[in-house]
C-alpha cells in the first residue's frame, strides 16, 4: 500500500512555530512533520527571504 501524500502548508506551520513556546518535538507531533521537515523548509524559506530583500545595483 503506498503512502499518501498530503498537502502541507509550510509557511503558515513555520509561523505557527516562530509563536510557539513549547517543547518542538511537541510542535512536530501536533503538526504530524518530523523535525528535519520542520528545519528544511524554514531554512528554505530564509533562503527565498534573503534573496528578495537584495538590493540592486
Known amino acids: 500500500m503506498a503512502k499518501e501524500k498530503t498537502q502541507i502548508n509550510w509557511k503558515y506551520i513555520i509561523k505557527l512555530y516562530n509563536s510557539h513556546e ?6 512536530c507531533k501536533k503538526h ?26
Not at 33 to 49: A, D, G, M, V, W
Open 22 to 27: 513549547g517543547k518542538l518535538i511537541d510542535f
Open 32 to 57: 504530524n512533520i518530523t523535525r528535519n521537515q520542520l528545519y528544511y523548509h524554514k531554512s528554505k524559506e530564509n533562503k527565498e527571504k534573503s534573496i528578495s530583500f537584495r538590493a540592486s545595483s
